[in-house]
């Protein structure tokens, strides 16, 4: 069974930074592709950011702006989100996610009903 554990949330002031972690178990690590999403109170869950099985990503530019990194550390099959620059726009839950392909289109395509995903973990930025 796969299971995610997201940590590293928590509150942070306009233009702060925050890294993420997500710990994976339950099958290889490195074998697969993972990623990150948030849903902000009201609102739909959305895609962040996503590292393929030879650390290429993928990210959504509209809600990164270039202010995020996505990475793995394979021998402690954990992925990260370094958060810089955070606006309150950021405020959301944020979700690891993994799917049953190696590839990262096969995370941005994601729903909450399918794949692996992380209880979450809740990052707030105030103004």
């Known amino acids: 069974q796969v299971v995610l554990v997201e940590s590293g949330g928590g509150l942070v002031q306009a233009g702060g930074s925050l890294r993420l972690s997500c710990a994976a178990s339950?099958?290889?690590?490195?074998?697969?592709?993972l990623g990150w999403f948030r849903q902000a109170p009201g609102g739909e869950r959305e895609f962040v950011a996503a590292?393929?099985?030879?650390?290429?990503?993928?990210y959504n530019v509209d809600s990164v702006k270039g202010r995020f990194t996505i990475s793995r550390d394979n021998a402690k099959n954990t992925m990260y989100l370094q958060m810089n620059s955070l606006e309150p726009e950021d405020t959301a839950v944020y979700y690891c996610?993994?799917?049953?392909?190696?590839?990262?289109?096969?995370?941005?395509?994601?729903?909450?009903?399918?794949?692996?995903w992380g209880q979450g973990t809740q990052v707030t930025v105030s103004s």
């Open positions: 996610a993994t799917s049953q392909s190696p590839f990262t289109q096969s995370i941005t395509i994601m729903t909450p009903s399918t794949g692996y």
């Open positions: 339950g099958r290889a690590f490195s074998n697969y592709a």
């Open positions: 590292i393929d099985w030879r650390n290429r990503v993928t």
